[in-house]
């Protein structure tokens, strides 16, 4: 599509790999044990028959079974075949990168879900990890369930010296300060086996279509797995409250930019996109529809390089909807939205009109919540279409009722710079 991929590595943008298939081989020390993107091939050379055996029982178990226990951990006598080096051979078909992890100490647990091996490897000191094996198993299950079957044979996560890196079927998260972040971060790497490692998205250009994609699934993971929660209960999976503090004019840069020139990361690739798609979910498309055509974004672009027009087309195509004006806004530019109601006027049959003012650049439906005077309430969606001719939109109210008060955005939903002038009248 672009040549040789040669944008330069700077960590702003990762990885950016084909499709292709391995078959590796790694020598290590006897104590160590290794695991890997892909199959290992000589399990019989590298692992004991206890390990072996146990490994065959959490292939049908849906929670972990202890390949290498707490005791067991750091014990080469207890859990290696043998004393002089071992060679460890795997082979992986139509992934995208090899990544591989060792240690002499780690605790490994396994467990079976609907096929695929869930294993986490940690050592005994990682104190945020002992529920790493139900956090695993919670989001492999989620992700796959909500938007596309997990591909690989295994699901793999690993305590490691970052706090978090993604490769096929292998992951790396740090032990971290609280239950909450090891589960955040820990959902988040595995998310990335969803973009780019299925979906190949370029990093090195769009990295938005990358962690952003992967920051939205995670939200609505996080969400499922804390519900009932005290944390359940107040989190806020949703990036609206970062909205203000990173929407400045003249500092925001449109997501579009590359990375090499991004000053604001966090926002552009990972929060601004995630609350993109959430926006697109829940106020423009309605999450049956939306959820329909990111599926069969997922399905199409499986194993592809999809650009961002390639993402368009499909949620157009999907949808049914045009969305050039919402990509507008949100991707190609920093457009601010600013809806106002402007005044409330009655003509001579009694009818009521509402008058609204879009302020900023970015257009957005509009939710109304009107309030009369006998107390009752009607709340009202309006197109974005009615901006088509202007900044200024006419909503004649159909009850002869007297309007005692009027609020667009009522649920907050939505990124508008100035809440102060959402209501009328002006408090």
Request: proline letters at 6%.
């Amino acid at each position: 599509m672009r040549g040789w991929n040669h944008e330069p590595y700077i960590g702003a943008g990762e990885f950016y790999l084909e499709y292709g298939s391995f078959d590796v081989a790694l020598t290590m020390p006897a104590s160590y044990i290794v695991s890997a993107t892909g199959e290992l091939r000589n399990p019989e050379q590298v692992l004991t028959a206890a390990q072996r055996s146990r490994l065959a029982l959490a292939r049908q178990s849906d929670t972990a079974i202890a390949i290498i226990t707490r005791d067991e951990a750091g014990h080469p006598a207890r859990t290696r075949p043998g004393t002089t080096p071992f060679t460890w051979h795997y082979t992986a078909s139509n992934v995208r990168d090899f990544a591989w992890a060792a240690a002499p100490n780690w605790q490994w647990g396994a467990s079976n879900l609907d096929g695929i091996r869930i294993e986490t490897l940690y050592r005994s000191s990682a104190d945020k990890w002992t529920e790493a094996h139900r956090m695993a198993r919670g989001a492999i299950k989620h992700f796959s369930e909500q938007w596309y079957r997990y591909p690989y044979s295994h699901a793999t996560t690993v305590e490691g010296p970052v706090g978090g890196m993604e490769y096929p079927m292998l992951t790396f998260v740090s032990n971290n300060t609280t239950r909450e972040i090891q589960q955040w971060a820990l959902a988040h790497e595995f998310g990335h086996e969803w973009f780019p490692m299925i979906v190949g998205s370029n990093e090195r250009l769009y990295p938005w279509m990358d962690e952003g994609f992967n920051t939205f699934i995670d939200l609505d993971n996080a969400a499922s797995y804390f519900k009932g929660s005290a944390y359940g209960d107040t989190i806020n999976a949703n990036p609206l409250h970062m909205s203000l503090e990173h929407t400045k004019p003249g500092e925001e840069q449109p997501l579009i930019t590359n990375p090499t020139e991004v000053r604001d990361l966090m926002w552009v690739g990972y929060q601004k996109p995630a609350l993109m798609l959430q926006t697109l979910r829940n106020e423009v498309l309605g999450k049956e529809r939306f959820d329909a055509a990111f599926r069969e974004y997922i399905r199409t672009w499986a194993y592809k390089h999809p650009t961002p027009a390639d993402f368009f087309r499909v949620m157009r195509d999907q949808s049914g909807m045009d969305l050039d004006w919402f990509w507008r806004g949100w991707v190609y530019t920093t457009a601010r939205l600013d809806q106002a109601v402007d005044s409330v006027t009655v003509d001579t049959s009694g009818h009521a009109s509402v008058h609204l003012v879009n302020r900023g650049a970015m257009v957005m439906p509009a939710e109304l919540r009107i309030t009369y005077d006998d107390g009752s309430r009607d709340t009202v969606r309006l197109p974005v279409e009615m901006w088509n001719l202007g900044q200024r939109f006419a909503y004649r109210v159909p009850a002869r009722k007297s309007v005692r008060s009027v609020e667009v955005d009522p649920r907050h939903v939505l990124p508008d710079i100035d809440r102060t002038n959402n209501v009328w009248p002006l408090r």
